[in-house]
C-alpha cells in the first residue's frame, strides 16, 4: 500500500509544480504583453514597466484572460491606438515561447 501512496503523492508534487511553472509562464507572458503594448503607446523605461505590471494584476480579475485582453483593448484605443482582440492574442501566442523560455532558465 505504501508504494501506492508513494506515487499518489509523487502525481500530487508533479501536478502541483506543473501548475506553478504555468501559473509564472502566463505571468511572464502577461508581463511581455503589457510590455508590447506598452511600446505602441510609446512608453518606456519606468513607464512600460509599471504598465506592464498592471497588465499582469488584471489577470487576476477574472479566470482566463479576457480581463487582459480586455484591458489592452481598451488601453490601446484610449492612446490611439486601436488594436483587435485577435491581434492581441496573436501577439500573446507569439510571447508564451519567449515567456516559458526565460522561466525555465530562472528556474534551473
Not at 26 to 38: E, H, M, S, T
Not at 46 to 71: C, Q, R
Amino acid at each position: 500500500m505504501t508504494t501506492f501512496n508513494d506515487r499518489e503523492k509523487s502525481f500530487e508534487k508533479k501536478f502541483e509544480k506543473d501548475q506553478e511553472l504555468q501559473f509564472k509562464v502566463n505571468a511572464r507572458r502577461n508581463k511581455l504583453l503589457g510590455l508590447w503594448a506598452a511600446g505602441l503607446m510609446g512608453k518606456s523605461g519606468a513607464d512600460a514597466e509599471a504598465y506592464a505590471k498592471e497588465v499582469v494584476l488584471a489577470d487576476f480579475e477574472k479566470p482566463g484572460d479576457s480581463d487582459v485582453m480586455a484591458k489592452l483593448v481598451k488601453d490601446l484605443a484610449a492612446a490611439g491606438k486601436p488594436t483587435e482582440e485577435h491581434t492581441i492574442r496573436k501577439q500573446a501566442e507569439r510571447l508564451i515561447e519567449d515567456a516559458k523560455k526565460q522561466v525555465m532558465t530562472e528556474t534551473n
